[in-house]
């Protein structure tokens, strides 16, 4: 890979060699690599305790949602969807991927008593569909497909779904993202699908360094795109069927450097956001027409050249904030769960953490309820070396 290539495809092609195989063992931790610019830094970091963990075999689990009423629901891949209690053990309900039109369940949204799953694998080589399936999973020992929808044609999946009343917005990796009306879960409509300007921050992206639609959340009247290369992107859907992007931002720290932006979370104006290497970003959005950055959780020094991603023990992929501690909780590959303190955002730090580099285990996503915090564990290759697959709960 070039240096402009975009951290995302190498990651899909070492998935898709390593969703079916044990991945080869590595005895040599990065993080222990004697001038390695990454190296991790743990000192004022409290270890958090294991509570339970579950392994899932070649069952690769995906994203999380944390159910009030004790529960856990997770998208596994090619397993489907599956409900576990939050004390641990095996899964008490199941909807198979058979029963999801036969496409690989990637995240999942929880809103009520229905479960919003975005369909289809990003990590496949040869594409596959974006799809939508809708669940009643009222009685989580019998949860109910109310409906499920895929596209016509073969793209990259979708990675992340987020629902607005009638409104699904799927984010359909390099196609953008598909606005789906849900009213009626038995018949699903796709509206329309929009893609954001491709052409930034640099022209004529390569395929493999094409903007993809990765994390989405709703504030303020506005779907804000976590857009992988192409930065943070802000949608107005004031009238659903026809999106238009009035904003965008990009770290002018990071310009001449691969940039992923993953993953957000916005609170009271305030959006933190996941950028893989480059950590954790806390932007004031108040003015969406004016993005600024207010602070910077940067421990792997991500804009050095030493630093070529995969040679990074950090990979932030997925959010979750707490507003009464104040506190950002982080998937982050290799260095596992990293908890970040932002009371002051203009210096964030780390508090908390859970495992570290060259353990061979990595995580992939996380959920969070009072008392502890949900880790999937992920397969993989690079950017890290992880040979076990699982889901861990971690006292907070």
Avoid at 148 to 154: A, H, L, N, P
Avoid at 223 to 251: F, K
Wanted: aromatic share 8%; net charge positive.
């Amino acid at each position: 890979m070039t240096r402009w290539s975009q951290p995302f495809a190498a990651w899909a092609v070492a998935w898709a060699l390593c969703s079916s195989l044990p991945c080869a063992a590595d005895t040599t931790s990065r993080a222990s690599i004697a001038g390695d610019p990454c190296e991790a830094r743990w000192d004022a970091a409290a270890e958090q305790a294991l509570v339970w963990e579950h392994p899932t075999g070649f069952a690769l689990p995906q994203g999380l949602a944390v159910d009030a009423r004790g529960l856990l629901h997770v998208a596994m891949k090619s397993a489907g969807v599956q409900t576990f209690s939050t004390r641990g053990g095996p899964a008490i309900g199941q909807v198979p991927r058979a029963k999801l039109d036969n496409l690989d369940a990637m995240h999942l949204t929880l809103v009520g008593s229905r479960l919003y799953v975005a369909l289809g694998s990003f990590f496949s080589a040869s594409g596959e569909h974006a799809g939508l399936a809708i669940l009643d999973v009222s009685q989580p020992r019998a949860p109910l497909v109310l409906g499920v929808w895929r596209s016509d044609e073969k793209l990259k999946g979708a990675a992340t779904v987020a629902i607005d009343g009638a409104h699904a917005y799927l984010g359909a990796m390099s196609a953008g993202v598909m606005v789906l009306d849900v009213s009626n879960p038995a018949n699903i409509r796709k509206l329309t699908t929009f893609q954001p300007d491709i052409h930034f921050p640099r022209r004529n992206p390569s395929r493999i360094g094409h903007p993809n639609a990765r994390g989405l959340a709703i504030a303020a009247g506005k779907l804000w795109v976590a857009y992988d290369a192409g930065g943070l992107r802000v949608l107005d859907i004031s009238q659903p069927a026809r999106p238009r992007e009035v904003s965008r931002y990009i770290n002018s720290k990071m310009i001449g450097k691969q940039q992923a932006y993953n993953n957000l979370v916005i609170h009271a104006g305030t959006a933190y956001v996941g950028v893989d290497y480059a950590g954790l970003e806390i932007l004031d959005v108040k003015n969406p027409g004016a993005i600024r950055q207010i602070g910077w959780w940067n421990p792997w020094s991500a804009e050095k050249p030493s630093n070529l991603w995969f040679n990074c023990p950090g990979h932030v992929n997925q959010v979750e904030f707490d507003a009464r501690l104040r506190r950002v909780y982080l998937s982050a590959g290799d260095s596992e769960l990293q908890v970040v303190d932002v009371a002051n955002p203009a210096q964030p730090r780390l508090v908390q953490r859970y495992g570290s580099p060259g353990n061979k285990q990595g995580v992939w996503g996380l959920g969070i309820d009072d008392d502890r915090v949900y880790l999937s564990y992920i397969r993989a290759a690079i950017p890290f070396n992880a040979n076990w697959s699982g889901i861990r709960a971690v006292q907070r």
